[in-house]
């Protein structure tokens, strides 16, 4: 590969937004392991037709604390927690499931805001595309590594429109050094979409969100 990193360094999530059950059978069947879905009800529909297919499933959209139970029923790694409130909401959630328990636990990146200047940044203001401000990073994170049930594995961001995706992805790599300085086991690093996933790689991402690039454009909701 052009990043000069082999392989089995990063993780293809196949997004599957707006496809229908069949396609999340075909990359299964192609050998993928990693499904990432953005809604909560394509999420359950999903996974409630597909009960017995090997598959672990990604919650990468924004969420709302109203739709929380009901991710929390079907995802095993939640991507995008990206402010305090949520991530309460979610520990809460997690700790009344018989999915998690101590031994098996909720995997947590959080969703961080690349924009340089966000505009009035507050203690728990996020961006249109979702993401907690660099500085409130370890805030938001000791409040998921408070909770037994929950696992904090990473990070995770979009390249905001505008900028350099290089740059973001750097920024993000550093952060998540720091932040795995503090929580060693939040190694992973979820950047980069079917149009920038190359360059998220060359930028130690170790997961990559793909779904056009894998399945064609979306057209119409499934």
């Known amino acids: 590969m052009r990043a000069g990193r082999p392989p089995e360094d990063v993780t293809l999530v196949a997004v599957t937004k707006n496809f229908p059950a069949s396609y999340v059978t075909a990359a299964v069947a192609s050998g993928l392991t990693n499904v990432g879905e953005s809604?909560?009800?394509?999420?359950?529909?999903?996974?409630?037709?597909?009960?017995?297919?090997?598959?672990r499933w990604h919650f990468i959209g924004r969420l709302q604390r109203n739709k929380v139970r009901s991710v929390l029923e079907?995802?095993?790694?939640?991507?995008?927690?990206?402010?305090?409130?949520?991530?309460?909401?979610?520990?809460?959630?997690?700790?009344?499931?018989?999915r998690f328990n101590p031994s098996?636990?909720?995997?947590?990146?959080?969703?961080?805001?690349?924009?340089?200047?966000?505009?009035?940044?507050?203690?728990?203001?996020?961006?249109?595309?979702?993401?907690?401000?660099?500085?409130?990073?370890?805030?938001?994170?000791?409040?998921?590594?408070?909770?037994?049930v929950l696992e904090l594995t990473g990070v995770m961001s979009i390249a905001p429109l505008g900028y350099d995706p290089a740059d973001c992805f750097r920024r993000?790599?550093?952060?998540r050094e720091q932040l795995r300085e503090v929580y060693p086991t939040a190694?992973?690093?979820?950047?980069?979409?079917?149009?920038?996933?190359?360059v998220a790689i060359e930028n130690q991402a170790t997961l990559v969100r793909v779904g056009t690039a894998l399945f064609g454009s979306r057209e119409l909701p499934f």
């Open 39 to 55: 809604k909560a009800q394509e999420l359950a529909a999903k996974r409630i037709e597909l009960p017995e297919l090997d598959v």
């Open 74 to 98: 079907h995802a095993d790694v939640v991507q995008s927690v990206d402010r305090v409130a949520l991530a309460r909401a979610i520990a809460k959630a997690a700790r009344e499931s018989d």
């Open 104 to 148: 098996r636990r909720l995997q947590i990146m959080l969703q961080v805001d690349l924009d340089p200047s966000p505009p009035n940044v507050d203690k728990d203001s996020t961006s249109a595309r979702g993401g907690v401000h660099p500085d409130q990073l370890l805030e938001l994170a000791a409040e998921v590594a408070a909770c037994d």
């Open 172 to 175: 993000l790599a550093r952060l």
């Open 187 to 198: 190694t992973e690093i979820s950047a980069g979409m079917s149009g920038d996933f190359a």
